[in-house]
């Protein structure tokens, strides 16, 4: 089982910028990628940004290419997701998951965060 702990949610203005943390802990070894996921009140749990930790390949949903990055830092066993140019409709609560294979499927990751809300004010 691999734990996860995401930190660095916030309350921000449009077009601010903000930088959320997922600590991974436990049977890392066992996940060959990790992703984002987001889950805005009353809408479904959608995936946000996806990264494999060998070769770094990631994958971004459309509404936040160009904005958002996706990045690992294999030393300290942490995923980063940088947002940039925040709007009002990328306030969600944000989860990091843990899996193999990596995409955008829910279904492929078998660990998660307890998530950070993200609130981005007009």
């Known amino acids: 089982q691999v734990q996860l702990v995401e930190s660095g949610g916030g309350l921000v203005q449009a077009g601010e910028s903000l930088r959320l943390s997922c600590a991974a802990s436990?049977?890392?070894?066992?996940?060959?990628?990790m992703a984002w996921f987001r889950q805005a009140p009353g809408k479904e749990r959608e995936f946000v940004a996806g990264i494999r930790w060998i070769g770094n390949m990631t994958t971004y949903s459309d509404s936040v290419k160009g904005r958002f990055t996706i990045s690992t830092d294999n030393t300290k066993n942490t995923l980063y997701l940088q947002m940039n140019s925040l709007k009002p409709e990328d306030t969600a609560v944000y989860f990091c998951a843990a899996g193999r294979g990596g995409g955008g499927t829910e279904a492929k990751y078998d660990s998660w965060g307890q998530g950070t809300q993200v609130t981005v004010s007009s």
């Open positions: 436990g049977r890392t070894f066992r996940q060959d990628a």
